[in-house]
């Protein structure tokens, strides 16, 4: 039970490390043709490095008649510390340090620090992203079946997990930009509600 | 010559309808948990039971150990796959998959009796419309994916609360989803046996079992990878197979030098083989009377019975020594039989003290020696002597023996300064005249022993030493009164008296604290408005609450739950290990994780003034029960000893020679406790037990050395027959005390050093001959 709660937490907080390496090549301005593979989008990613990153979370479910609303701000400080912090309707914070996620929220005054070690699940998406760093696509593929679909115009790189814990959380990430710039990541679960996240540059403190 | 030979025929008869009788009715017990004692309290009986067929019992701590974490993970999935399908095993736990989808249907359905916040506020408007913005949260968080599912039934989330608390334990670290060591080289798994501990026939089935199983899993790839095991089981199986293996070669040595003495002694194979009559007789007539009177033999009884029973061996030694030319076998048996007899019947006094002990493995033992005993006798006064070939003589017996003799009787002031200094040392020694701790006297290994201090501690699981128990005559009462209970164990961790605990209460919640929550569940028409209030301006489908409206309605009228409801399923082993029925009494037992102030604790719990809670230390408990057999054991042995002062006194008819037998076996008794306490050791039941066969060969030898009737060359063949008796006593005995296992020892090192105290105080203080030179 809690291994799937921290494996979500994994996709979420990956996703956040994927966009903020995706929109540091924004800046770059690479030309992106029609011989787009995984493995270039890897090595952009190795080179990038934003310091943060606004994001707008839309969570769509067939619970609910209106999608909820999530705002806050992705950082990456080097070498490994990756966080993602809510501002609003409420503020949590959620920081990734080496094999350590540390969960803090004032509201309901809790701190904890869990081991990733201890979540095979999350420890895979956390590969994934440190893969993707070191431009390790062996190591990416190794955990995803990987896609790249589209032209440099508006293309869309799709991932799902390889393994069946993975895949009984999470059916597929989608990353989907243009050119230079990921503009949407769309997490899918099996039972078909998904949460969409939206990247926007500048507004970070 | 027909006449004579009728012994035979009985004797014929009899061997071979107990022969029969072994072959079809013998059952030879090898469960430990038969011989324990059954306790003297309601109380004590129930723990006992518990503790022989309870969950501490049965559980097996596994580890898989070798250098990758990764692989082993792999195999503690792949082998608590294998062993989950095992008919012998109810449970494995190895981290994943803690409750079974059967079982969280089970919680789900009585989560609005099993959950302690159910209360009549719990579902007023403000607190549904708390609860659905949490869920809100929830779904917003990375949390969604796990809970979403139980929202539209279980909106005030009663049912993740339950799931908590059945899974709040300390558990270990986890590595790719299954338990592994803090250091990562051990991935650990739990198991729990159908089969109890103690019976060690079914606990080393499932044990080759597992192994075979890991051995599957593990398949040709890691010679690194071993698999450890622990638990009560474990410690039985090993414990078993040590015995076997150190008596079976102890013996096999000691038999062989018995049989290399006897035959250099004697020259005479017939002979050797002859002395092996009674004996055989004695164990297998005993074993038939313990089987039918008990319904089963343990192999315990069996073991220990035959070293009671080597006194007998001395009986055939006595008649071959006294044959002479002159007489047939049948006279000189006759000659020497008043001598014996009072020997046997003294022994036989002996022997019957632990019939009375109470014990079962005592009885067991005393009926096996007395009937053994008995047998070996009678086969050779009347069966013996007719098999031994005629004009049989045995060798000359060297001259200088007897000047031996001669010497030991001028040095009677030895016996005195033994027993003095023997009492200096026993005052002065620093080891405590007896064992007060059970544990140092198990034959476990201390390296096993150390493993499964590791294997709790990585575990996590409490080592049952340290019970709370609660007693009560129904089941909702025992119900009740653990409920009240719980909050003082809160108190006592609170304190820091105890890190932990387990307590039914916890699991289930007695009838009238169900009954209360029904009472708390608003009607279906109450509730629906009230949850469309608490809804408003909250995005939540409409009508998605439907599961939630019918589950409150049903609960409100659902049977309680109780410990039946969790019958055949992993909850309802840890239930059924936490209260329990017997005799119609009921029962709960609490175990305490961490306990270090043992005093504090009891005085905490006596504090409370609740009659029907007890703290139960099981580790002093049996201990103290252990003790209190010895004690009776001993106390029955005082009676014994007076019994045959009075029997030999009757059959004596003499003070001084009366004085003369009695006095070297006293004398021999305080030495060897003497020198056992020097050596370091505590005395345990089983020197108790091995005391009462050095009393047995001390009448022995002590009877023979005063017979009146010895004179010159008869007398010599009398002291090289106690020669031969006594050499081939600590032959025997000397070997087990060669044994790593602390019982053999006790019994080796007891018996070997009492033969030869026995034969030399003997000897000091015999009669000298009035007319030799």
């Not at chain 1, 937490?9 to 540091?24: F, H, I, M, R």
């Not at chain 2, 055949?568 to 209260?579: D, E, H, N, Q, R």
């Not at chain 2, 006095?663 to 005395?683: D, F, Q, R, T, Y």
């Not at chain 2, 031969?724 to 080796?748: K, Y």
Request: aromatic letters at 8%; glycine letters at 8%.
């Amino acid at each position: 039970m809690r291994s799937r709660k921290i494996l979500v937490l994994g996709v979420w907080l990956l996703t956040g490390t994927l966009a903020l390496a995706a929109e540091s090549q924004q800046s770059r301005g690479e030309q992106m043709g029609n011989g787009w593979t995984v493995e270039q989008v890897v090595a952009l990613l190795k080179e990038g490095r934003e310091p943060s990153v606004s994001f707008e979370e839309a969570t769509y479910s067939s619970l609910l008649t209106e999608p909820l609303i999530v705002r806050g701000v992705l950082r990456f400080t080097p070498p490994s510390t990756l966080e993602k912090e809510v501002l609003e309707p409420y503020r949590e914070r959620y920081v990734i340090e080496g094999d350590r996620v540390t969960f803090e929220s004032e509201r309901k005054r809790v701190k904890k620090t869990i081991s990733l070690e201890d979540y095979p699940a999350l420890r895979s998406f956390v590969e994934a992203f440190r893969a993707s760093f070191t431009g390790d696509v062996a190591r990416l593929k190794q955990v995803y079946d990987t896609t790249v679909e589209g032209s440099s115009r508006q293309w869309a790189l799709l991932l799902r997990p390889r393994d069946s814990a993975g895949r009984s959380m999470v059916e597929s990430l989608t990353l989907a930009g243009s050119e230079g710039q990921i503009e949407t990541i769309t997490i899918r679960s099996p039972d078909g509600d998904r949460s969409v996240m939206t990247l926007s540059r500048g507004s970070a403190k | 010559m027909n006449a004579a030979r009728w012994p035979i025929l009985v004797w014929a008869v009899f061997m071979a309808g107990a022969l029969w009788m072994t072959a079809t009715r013998l059952s030879i017990h090898s469960e430990l948990g038969d011989l324990l004692p059954e306790g003297t309290t309601a109380t004590q009986r129930l723990l006992l039971t518990q503790v022989r067929s309870g969950l501490a019992g049965r559980m097996l701590l596994l580890a898989i150990e070798g250098p990758d974490p990764d692989e082993l993970a792999r195999l503690s999935t792949a082998l608590s796959g294998q062993l989950r399908t095992h008919a012998q095993i109810d449970f494995v736990g190895n981290g994943t998959q803690m409750l079974s989808p059967e079982e969280q249907q089970l919680l789900f359905r009585a989560r609005y009796l099993l959950s302690g916040t159910v209360a009549p506020e719990a579902f007023s408007t403000e607190a549904l419309h708390a609860a659905l913005e949490q869920r809100l949260d929830e779904l917003r968080s990375p949390l969604a994916p796990m809970v979403k599912a139980y929202i539209p039934a279980d909106p005030t989330g009663e049912f993740l609360r339950i799931l908590q608390l059945w899974s709040g334990w300390k558990a270990p670290a986890m590595h790719r989803g299954v338990w592994m060591s803090a250091d990562r080289h051990r991935a650990l798994l739990v198991v729990e046996t159908t089969a109890a501990g103690f019976d060690v026939d079914a606990q080393d089935a499932i044990q080759q079992a597992i192994r075979a199983s890991f051995q599957l899993v593990l398949g040709e790839s890691s010679p690194s990878v071993r698999l450890l095991m622990s638990g009560p089981g474990v410690f039985s199986v090993e414990i078993q197979r040590t015995i076997e293996r150190e008596v079976w070669w102890l013996s096999t040595m000691a038999a062989t030098m018995v049989f290399l003495f006897l035959y250099a002694s004697y020259r005479s194979l017939t002979l050797v083989f002859l002395s092996l009559i009674p004996l055989s007789s004695g164990i297998l007539i005993g074993m038939v009377a313990v089987n039918s009177w008990f319904g089963f033999v343990h192999g315990i009884t069996l073991g220990f019975g035959i070293t009671l029973l080597g006194v007998a061996d001395d009986y055939p030694i006595h008649l071959f020594s006294h044959l002479t030319r002159r007489q047939s076998a049948p006279a000189t048996m006759r000659a020497i039989w008043p001598t014996m007899r009072l020997g046997v019947l003294t022994t036989a006094i002996g022997f019957s003290s632990l019939l009375l002990a109470g014990f079962p493995a005592l009885a067991q033992l005393g009926l096996f020696a007395l009937v053994g005993l008995g047998t070996a006798a009678l086969v050779t006064r009347w069966v013996l002597p007719v098999c031994v070939p005629d004009g049989f003589v045995p060798r000359e017996i060297r001259a200088d023996l007897l000047g031996m003799l001669g010497y030991l009787a001028k040095a009677k002031g030895m016996v005195p300064m033994a027993v003095v200094l023997a009492t200096i040392g026993l005052i002065w020694s620093d080891t405590p005249l007896w064992e007060e701790d059970l544990a140092k006297v198990s034959p476990a290994s201390e390296g096993q022993k150390r493993l499964d201090q590791e294997l709790r501690g990585a575990m996590g699981a409490p080592d049952m030493r340290d019970l709370l128990v609660i007693e009560a005559p129904t089941e909702e009462d025992l119900l009740r009164q653990s409920e009240r209970v719980m909050p003082k164990l809160d108190g006592l961790r609170d304190a820091g008296l105890v890190a932990g605990y387990e307590l039914v209460s916890r699991y289930v919640p007695s009838r009238l604290v169900q009954q209360q929550r029904q009472q708390a569940l608003p009607d279906r028409a109450v509730l629906e408005r009230r949850l469309g209030e608490a809804a408003r301006g909250l995005p939540f489908a409409p009508g998605l609450f439907e599961p939630f409206l019918a589950g409150v309605e049903t609960a409100r009228t659902q049977p309680p739950v109780n410990r039946d409801s969790f019958q055949g399923t992993p909850l309802g082993l840890k239930i059924g290990a936490l209260m329990m029925e017997h005799h119609g009494r009921w029962l709960a037992v609490a175990p305490l994780r961490g306990v270090v102030d043992r005093q504090g604790v009891t005085a905490t719990v006596a504090g409370w003034g609740e009659p029907a809670v007890t703290y139960v230390d099981l580790k002093a408990e049996s201990n103290r029960l252990m003790m209190e057999y010895r004690d009776r054991t001993v106390q029955l042995l005082w009676w014994g000893a007076l019994a045959i002062t009075v029997a030999l006194g009757i059959g004596l008819k003499s003070l001084p020679q009366l004085w003369r037998v009695l006095v070297p076996i006293v004398a021999g008794l305080i030495v060897v406790v003497g020198i056992v306490n020097v050596s370091g050791e505590s005395m345990s039941l089983f020197h108790v037990a091995t005391l009462l066969l050095v009393i047995g060969l001390g009448l022995d030898y002590a009877l023979f050395f005063n017979r009146a009737e010895d004179q010159g060359e008869e007398r010599h063949r009398t002291v090289f027959g106690l020669l031969v008796c006594s050499t081939t006593t600590i032959l025997v005995f000397g070997a087990l005390a060669f044994s790593t296992i602390p019982v053999l020892h006790a019994i080796g090192m007891t018996a070997a050093c009492g033969s030869l105290c026995c034969l030399l105080f003997a000897g000091f203080l015999a009669e000298p001959e009035s007319h030799v030179a």
